[in-house]
């Protein structure tokens, strides 16, 4: 029996440095032990082979690495065996990471995931607060992780708060960062955070800013942003509140008369609105581009599965990644007083972004926009080919050039194409015209307003047209 050491439950370097000798070694998965960081019994004694010349020509499928690298982090007893279990039979079956029917292959992934799930999880519901030390004000969070995620998250948190000094305090392990290094310290308990501080009214003031009781959905609310952590966020003290209100508002609205009747009914099959939960569920781990690692989130589209209407936007803006919801920053405002005025209603459009995690750079505190490049925008258009094949509306509405590449598959001038409909493969008809966010950076003030006005009467011209094939 061989014990292979790990220095703590998330040493992959140390898992994969043991696991090539054993493997090149022959033993077998049933005749090693893995002990991480002390918290199992040493019966058998250690055995950490070292990184021969041998042990790294060891090749496995970078498929594997990555997939590896996240599933030690789970916090199921069994990962680093059934990494090595993987690792042996892959020397038997290069092929087999390729084989998603395979039991062992489907474990692994079942765990990446998780940990994937977790990883987004402490970005977005990780808030700080703020106290006083002897150099000033550091900011503080308490946050209780599912998996051992946390040193794996803290680059994330560097680079989002980078001019800021702050601590993130968990059961396991503490990390701080004072502006220029990263360090670690034991794990704590919620009652060493502090509990509250003025920062706490900036995010409920922003969140019931932001809540829009038209588009309740108290289903995806409670997923977006799970009770558990309700107790670390302050702008769920509000969720309550919100949800009570909105409902009575619901019921007001079903006892007033019936409405017109909708442009198209409804002719999606009885799951579609399972499937598209379950799309958005699986984007929320999504990491087909680089994107995913300094956005807080991935922020899916959102309106009725069964909208006749699409609009495609480029990407999320900051408002938008710390929302978790497409157009709510200052170009979705301009965009819903547009709709309002040329007389769609909103809630019946499908609203997305051909991008879902929001690219930026960060200038000190401020993280600036960047325009995604092709390569993300063809990643990402996975995302939104699944989004049109559930909604099938009968137009998609590209707002600016990133949109329109993502939706016609090639780069188009938008003076040379809006005003005019497209057919696609699907059958819909696809326009194009500005994004609002180009509205807000015209600098003429005249300029301006005769922009806004061409957009009005783009969308204008959209909602006709969508009476007519009605
Ligand atoms: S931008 Fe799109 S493709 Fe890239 S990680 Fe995010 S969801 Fe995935």
Not at 169 to 195: F, K, V
Not at 350 to 375: D, S
């Amino acid at each position: 029996m061989h014990c292979a050491l790990l220095s703590g439950p998330d040493d992959f370097e140390g898992w994969r440095t043991a696991a090539r000798g054993l493997a090149l070694a022959g033993v077998g998965p049933a005749d090693i032990v893995w002990q991480a960081g002390g918290d199992a019994p040493d019966l058998f004694g250690q055995d950490r082979p070292p990184a021969t010349a041998e042990t790294a020509g060891f090749a496995v499928p970078k498929a594997f690495v990555e997939l590896a690298q996240m599933a030690i982090l789970h916090r199921e007893p069994e990962r680093f065996a059934l990494l090595y279990a993987l690792l042996v039979a892959l020397r038997e079956r290069p092929g087999m990471m390729e084989d998603r029917a395979d039991p062992l292959v489907r474990r692994v992934e079942g765990l990446a995931k998780a940990v994937r799930r977790d990883i987004h999880k402490m970005r977005a519901f990780v808030r700080f607060r703020e106290m006083q030390d002897a150099d000033g004000p550091r900011f503080v969070a308490w946050f209780e992780p599912e998996h051992h995620i946390v040193r794996a998250n803290a680059g994330f948190f560097v680079r989002r708060f980078a001019s800021m000094r702050w601590s993130i305090l968990t059961p396991d392990i503490s990390i701080h960062w004072d502006g220029e290094t990263l360090s670690e310290g034991p794990g704590a308990s919620a009652s060493d955070a502090p509990a509250g501080d003025p920062i706490e009214d900036v995010w409920k003031g922003y969140y019931a800013a932001i809540f829009n009781p038209a588009r309740l959905k108290t289903g995806a609310m409670l997923s977006e942003m799970p009770k558990k952590y309700w107790r670390n966020l302050p702008e769920a003290a509000l969720i309550p509140e919100l949800v009570a209100g909105a409902q009575a508002r619901e019921a007001a609205m079903i006892a007033a008369p019936p409405t017109p009747p909708r442009i198209r009914p409804a002719t999606r099959p009885g799951n579609a609105q399972g499937a598209w939960a379950a799309l958005r569920e699986e984007a929320v781990g999504c990491t087909r581009c680089p994107l995913y690692r300094d956005a807080t989130r991935t922020v899916f589209g959102e309106g009725p599965v069964d909208a006749p209407l699409v609009f495609i936007g480029e990407q999320p803006g900051d408002q938008e990644d710390l929302a978790g919801r497409p157009f709510v920053g200052p170009a979705g405002q301009l965009f819903d007083r547009a709709l309002e005025e040329a007389g769609i209603d909103r809630g019946r459009a499908y609203v997305t972004n051909a991008v879902k995690h929001f690219k930026h750079e960060l200038r000190g505190k401020r993280r600036i926009h960047q325009t995604p490049e092709t390569p993300e925008i063809n990643a990402c258009r996975w995302w939104l080919d699944q989004e049109l094949g559930l909604v099938r509306p009968r137009i998609v509405v590209a707002l600016g050039v990133t949109a329109a590449r993502a939706l016609l598959g090639k780069a188009v001038t938008i003076s040379r194409t809006r005003g005019t409909a497209i057919a696609l493969e699907s059958g819909a008809e696809a326009w194009v015209t500005v994004h609002p966010s180009f509205l807000l950076r015209v600098p003429d003030e005249a300029r301006k307003a005769e922009e806004r006005a061409r957009f009005v009467e783009d969308l204008r011209q959209v909602g006709q047209r969508l009476k007519a094939l009605a």
